[in-house]
């Protein structure tokens, strides 16, 4: 249930898509889903406020776009490990009650249902949902047959798009969250030739990474330019939340290996920096910091050199070893008693290549220790394996880089090829253009969907005191620029099929308005945040206007001082610090609370 400006309204899953079976439990994703109105006056197909349209194409399109998924027999919210080691205290309960409360991505919606469980049994209706990624594939090699999963599962904390949400908040949640699992399941050799059952495994392994912006406060504001502005900001509150987020995944997950794979000079130096200064000032036990500088160890296409990453981390991936249950020699069980962390600046694709990396690594292991493989054989010595592997997470790796960033992953080429191409680095070259159409010009309306669905941000039950969201209020000057642009170049296209009379005759015609194509452009680029698609539920006003102590690297697209006041557009963009009188803000120097 969720209540917008006019009506509360159900959200119910009608179609479902078979994704695989995991220890004899179907894994759907959810493929259609219905809205339906409490309040009989309310027609959610032609709603009767714009207001009330506008939050339910938010609502759509966040069912639309999300992929979505859930078993009726197997919490897909934990961790194997997790379930394994509380699965007497969790005889007799519901998935709803046990499930990890960073992955219930549809907490908020079922929070009416929860809160009235004491009174009346709602268990029924209260199924747990996550938004991230599952594959499994059945293996057959030397007469042994097995399984291989990979799960993602994507926290509802600081959810939301690439530059919209960075860094961490005052409660330790940091953007991009993802908790990555790969499991391996060998089935019993079976000589008899009876029916295997769906659960009947000799070995079941589990090896967890996880991923997460780096934690301190920081942002990259927009500004129509390819690169965005970086801003660092230097709160009271810094080292408390940094450390609030390292001692929650070291009591989540045992020791942590922070691996950092952003670049150590340029546009990103100063997030390395940072990151380093405060791992270093406050020396947590369990925690420790590795830097691997990926673009330099890999230039030229090198990208075999991630091994060196891997021998730095040896030790540590020895101590924290993976989950294993053994059913014939019960003694033999293992606990994964720690996890690598590893960033880049998205948590995408360095970040991808070096995950999957450390994923093959770990299942060569545990295939020797299962039997399968020799000491000297790996994954890549069986085509078959090797293929699945690397589509598995290459595939993963793009359903990710698609939620947050609204392209698939780039260096995809290596991880499904274990090469990188010229055809991947052209493919990466049309990923990266769309990730820059979709982070300034549609991630807004995407962000506002993130923060509806999750509870973030509550619309009022009066519609007129939102009009601001259907509404453009930027200054005419502002609003005109484009249309300026758009109709000098096609003045511009449709000079050029008018007929020559003479040499010189079209050449005043090309000029002015190619003038004004030029004009309009460089007042779009100096105006530049003003042509951004800026989220209107949780404003971001404090972040862009940030003047703190910190750094940021220009303050590219704010407009002329001398210009703005004559165009009355005072402190870059009047306009949408306006907005704030309305909307929510997410507010930087003071900490909020979720309403969940």
Known sequence: MISLSLSEYIVIITGRELKGRLCGHDIFRASDFDILPLNPNVNVINPPHPVEGHLLALLRSHLQSGNFLFSYGWDITRRLQAQWASQNIDLNKGFWEVADDRFFWNKFLQTRFIESSGKQDFSNFILPVIYGTFDVRPIYIHGRHMQLALISRRSRYRAGTRYFRRGIDHDGHVANFNESEQLLFVEHQNTTGAVRADDDFAHMFSFVQIRGSVPFFWAEVNTVRYKPDLQVMELPDTPDAIKLHLLEQVSTYGPQTLVNLVNHKGHEKPIKDGYERWVTQLNLPDVRYQYFDFHTECKNMRWDRISLLIDKLQLDLQKQGYF????????????????????????????????????????????????????EQGVDDFETLSKDFREMWADHADAISKAYAGSGALKSDFTRTNERTRKGLLEDGVKSILRYLKNNFLDGARQDAYDLFTGTWIPRRNPSSMNYLVSDPRPLIIRSAPATASFSLFMICAGLTLPRSSDYSLVYYFFLW??????????????????????????????????????????????LKGVNVKLGLDNGTKWLSNKGKVGKEESIPMTRKRVD
């Open 324 to 375: 294993h249950i053994d059913s014939i020699n019960p003694q033999s069980n293992k606990l994964q008693s720690g996890t690598v962390r590893t960033n880049c600046m998205d948590n995408l694709d360095r970040t991808n290549v070096v995950q999957a990396t450390l994923a093959k690594h770990t299942l060569n292991k545990q295939l020797q220790e299962a039997g399968v493989l020799t000491k």
């Open 514 to 559: 190619i003038m004004l194509l030029l004009a309009a452009t460089i007042f779009m680029v100096t105006y530049g945040i003003n042509y951004v698609s800026w989220p209107k539920l949780v404003l971001l006003d404090s972040i862009i206007y940030y003047d703190g102590p910190g750094y940021r690297s220009a303050k590219h697209g704010m407009g």
